[in-house]
């Protein structure tokens, strides 16, 4: 990252073939009580602009850093995307004032679906429980190397990794997914039950 931040030039002569930035801003701190990775994106170009660690995010500290980006940049800024976070939205309207400042879609998305996403980690927690059960399957298949006990297991790996896979709302719903890989191996099952039925009739 320093060293793609490090090339100015190239970077100013990007922004100016395309004559105008959609700055991104937004932070991630990696665990609770570090710092934060405060991070500044051009939409456009995808070009990171300003990466930098802070101690704190208070207005004051995110307008120094906002400030920065914006005497550096050589083109007009056109518009702000953020989370919507208080310190941020009072960082852009001190630092840019007049400029947009809109809402990520991500996490607009994210708060209009919160029902959805309600109804769905509901159904997720039922469908849980249709499938507890998987462990003392697998303890009972210990020692055993036959076809059809590793394939057993194989199906009961299958579900337990189904159950850990959860989708990130709101582009993903974990209680569809979950219902879909269920339905996949029940159905999956039930061919191979089919197939030894087939088998035993004369």
């Not at 105008?20 to 710092?35: K, S, T």
């Not at 207005?59 to 005497?71: C, G, K, P």
């Not at 303890?139 to 194989?154: H, I, N, T």
Request: glycine letters at 6%.
């Amino acid at each position: 990252m320093a060293l793609h931040l490090a090339d100015e030039e190239r970077l100013l002569e990007r922004l100016k073939q395309q004559g105008q930035v959609i700055l991104a801003f937004d932070g991630m701190q990696p665990d609770v009580g570090h710092e934060v990775l405060w991070v500044i994106r051009d939409c456009l170009s995808g070009e990171v602009l300003l990466a930098r660690s802070l101690l704190s995010s208070t207005q004051r500290d995110l307008s120094a850093f906002l400030r920065e980006v914006t005497e550096a940049v050589p083109v007009p800024i056109r518009g702000v995307i953020s989370d919507g976070q208080q310190t941020k939205r009072l960082a852009v309207a001190r630092c840019l004032p007049g400029v947009p400042h809109q809402l990520c879609q991500f996490h607009y998305l994210r708060e209009a679906a919160k029902p959805i996403f309600e109804a769905d980690r509901h159904a997720k927690t039922q469908l849980k429980q249709q499938v507890r059960g998987v462990r003392p399957i697998e303890r009972s298949l210990e020692g055993q190397e036959d076809s059809e006990s590793q394939a057993m297991r194989g199906y009961c790996l299958a579900v337990r990794s189904s159950l850990t896979d959860d989708g990130r709302p709101p582009l993903c719903a974990s209680g569809l997914k979950l219902h879909d890989r269920l339905t996949q191996i029940s159905d999956s099952l039930a061919r191979v039950e089919e197939k030894r039925g087939n088998f035993r009739l004369p």
